[in-house]
């Protein structure tokens, strides 16, 4: 299984919570980098702000991403993931309550790799995310770097 960290990014704490209960349950234990705006999650991939010192080509096995973020919204950060040379494959995964037709649109126009609308169930969600992370983690074969 892949061991490199999951970057996180979600605003919610109830959320957040349950993303990493689900994983801790389906035995997923990759270390969870947590980012709570979109400002964070790009600090800590391109190694700036206060992930200044983190080497921005060790990039994590994959991107939880919602779309609603403060400072930078989701669409936003993708872009920039999908522009940057470093992080142009990383595997980037839209995880959010929104249904809305325009933003799934958006999001795979933007080179997103899955779109994945979280269960409002509590069972539901912690069966969603371990299927998430199996398959991004032990399943897919990513480009070679």
Known sequence: MNNKPILLVEDNADDEELTIHAFEKNRISNQVIVARDGVEALDYLFGTGAW???????????????????????????????????????PVIILTSSNEDRDRLQGYSLGVNSYVRKPVDFDAFIEAAGQLGLYWLLLNESPPC
């Not at 010192?53 to 920039?80: I, N, S, T, W, Y």
């Open 52 to 90: 200044a010192e983190r080497d921005p080509r060790d990039v994590p096995a994959m991107v939880l991403l919602d779309l609603k973020l403060p400072r930078v919204d989701g669409l936003e950060v993708l872009q920039r993931i999908r522009a940057d040379e470093r992080t142009r494959f990383l």
